[in-house]
């Protein structure tokens, strides 16, 4: 079982940065796949990044590749997500989310969600 709880959302101007942080519980982080979905209300979840369990493969949706990096810390037991340049059609919920496979991962199969962290980006 893990447990997952974002911070760091809030409300930006387009152009600007945030970075989102998902701290899991248990000692067994390292061995699962992490990713970051976001959804807005009334649209499906969206995959927007994932992560290998040893942080050397990333996967990214193009919409925002080259914008937001997803990276990970074992020893916190924490993962990222850097968004830079962030537009107006990046607001949602975001939510981050953990699977034991890489292949999961590809198929967007995640086990374990956290509650959410609402991003504004204002125009």
């Known amino acids: 079982q893990v447990q997952l709880v974002e911070s760091g959302g809030g409300l930006v101007q387009a152009g600007g940065s945030l970075r989102l942080s998902c701290v899991a519980s248990g000692r067994t982080f390292s061995s699962y796949c992490m990713g970051w979905f976001r959804q807005v209300t009334g649209k499906e979840r969206e995959f927007v990044a994932g992560?290998?369990?040893?942080?050397?493969?990333?996967d990214y949706s193009d919409s925002v590749k080259g914008r937001f990096t997803i990276s990970r810390d074992n020893a916190k037991n924490t993962v990222y997500l850097q968004m830079d340049s962030l537009k107006p059609e990046d607001t949602a919920v975001y939510y981050c989310a953990a699977v034991s496979s890489w292949l999961s991962l590809s198929r967007r199969e995640f086990d374990y969600w956290g509650q959410g962290t609402q991003v504004t980006v204002s125009s």
């Open positions: 992560i290998s369990h040893n942080g050397v493969s990333t």
